[in-house]
């Protein structure tokens, strides 16, 4: 399984970017792919989840209502929209997959990572 995550960058707060995750070597249903991010000196937490099946969705409480996770069956695609970025959302995001539906916030569960893309939110 490879994971390629793409889309970030450098924002002003209040802005929004767009993160893909493109996902290939095997197929993913019944699998889980999620979002994580890490800040300097912090670690690595849950940001939002998707299962690859039914499409359920999963937020931490700091981004409900900010982003969206969607999936591309079609493309093997998993994308994050964010709106409404803080400066306090600045971290490299990684993308993640593992098969299994439990658990879906803790990293350490996960088997597979993207190589992590940056998100600088500028105040």
């Known amino acids: 399984v490879q994971l390629q995550a793409s889309g970030g960058g450098l924002v002003q707060a209040g802005g929004s970017l767009r993160l893909s995750c493109a996902a290939s070597g095997r197929t993913f249903n019944g699998y889980v792919m999620g979002w994580f991010r890490q800040a300097p000196g912090k670690e690595r937490e849950f940001v939002s989840a998707i299962t690859w099946s039914s499409g359920s969705t999963y937020y931490a409480d700091s981004v409900k209502n900010r982003f969206t996770i969607s999936r591309d069956n079609r493309k093997n695609m998993v994308n994050l929209q964010m709106n409404s970025l803080k400066p306090e959302d600045t971290a490299v995001y990684y993308c993640?997959?593992?098969?299994?539906?439990?658990?879906?916030?803790?990293?350490?569960?996960?088997?597979?990572w993207g190589q992590g893309t940056q998100v600088t939110v500028s105040s």
């Open positions: 993640a997959s593992r098969p299994g539906l439990f658990s879906v916030g803790v990293p350490s569960t996960y088997t597979y």
